[in-house]
């Protein structure tokens, strides 16, 4: 029996129908997946993506941007309630490492899939956007926005390039004393902006230093995360002498945002021009 033309057109219109039913129902599951994410440099990332609806809980960490506040918590950073996680039945939870390793290991084991974003360099950035996006079927967002990000880091870099790279200590910690190596996320974007950090190395990423050592490397800026003030660096024995500390080239959380240089996300990259700016305007050596 021969098919007239006419139902050779209807049976192909019907498979063409099927066949774009069949493809926006994967989108569909694609793109409404329901996600957790423990990590705030992620959640911020998603966001960015313009993909906040897919989260279905976050640690309270994860607090930037606003919209992410509307998300249910299941924690925070070092302690996650395992529990709440799995209530929430996620298609994908996002972790950090370093304190999160055993929850995502314990995740894993009862068959729920994890995937850890854990960025050490600057680069990592424009590579982790782009693996983000494939993750959560925001392909073209995410390409788009690691190419502009990639962009600006070279931009920044190049500037920095013909300035005077004043010698730049960090500051995390204060009792004990502790600072960033250049092999730290943050240790790299110091050194992106144009400045010396005066530890290239250390025993760890971010880690214990002698007071006296700080000293010797004679910074000419300072940047605090400690929560100490000013009274309290200036009054410290011995570092008076600290171009620094002479030169009142102290900075503080009000100065520069913390999250801007220690998280890497799209806003990374307005903390390297802003760290560019002071590196550009130090003149002493």
Not at 51 to 79: H, I, K, M, Q, S
Not at 95 to 115: C, M, N, P, W
Request: with cysteine.
């Amino acid at each position: 029996m021969k098919l007239r033309k006419y139902d050779v057109c209807v049976c192909l219109m019907f498979l063409l129908m099927m066949i774009l039913v069949s493809c926006n129902k994967q989108e569909q599951v694609r793109n409404g997946q329901k996600i957790v994410v423990l990590s705030p440099e992620v959640a911020e990332i998603i966001a960015s993506l313009g993909a906040t609806d897919l989260l279905v809980g976050r640690t309270l960490e994860c607090d930037y941007p606003e919209e992410l506040l509307r998300v249910p918590v299941v924690g925070n950073f070092g302690a996650i309630n395992k529990e709440k996680v799995i209530a929430l039945k996620p298609d994908l939870v996002f972790t950090s490492a370093l304190e999160q390793d055993a929850i995502a290991q314990e995740l894993q084991k009862i068959g729920i899939k994890v995937h850890q974003i854990y960025p050490k360099k600057l680069d990592d950035l424009p590579v982790i956007i782009k693996q983000i996006g494939d993750l959560i079927g925001k392909e073209k967002e995410a390409q788009s926005l690691a190419d502009s990000v990639a962009t600006a880091i070279e931009e920044v870099r190049s500037r920095a390039a013909n300035i005077h790279h004043p010698r730049v200590y960090v500051e995390i910690y204060r009792n004990p004393l502790m600072s960033v190596s250049d092999e730290s996320f943050v240790g790299d974007v110091i050194e992106s902006a144009g400045g010396d950090n005066i530890f290239p190395r250390l025993e760890r990423d971010y880690a214990r230093v002698d007071p006296e050592d700080v000293i010797l490397a004679k910074p000419e800026i300072i940047i605090c995360y400690s929560q100490d003030t000013l009274e309290g660096i200036c009054s410290r024995k011995g570092w008076s002498n600290i171009p620094a500390v002479k030169n009142q080239r102290i900075y503080f959380e009000k100065d520069i945002d913390p999250d801007l240089i220690q998280q890497a996300t799209p806003r990374t990259v307005q903390g390297l021009w802003l760290l560019y700016e002071i590196f550009s305007e130090q003149t002493i050596k």
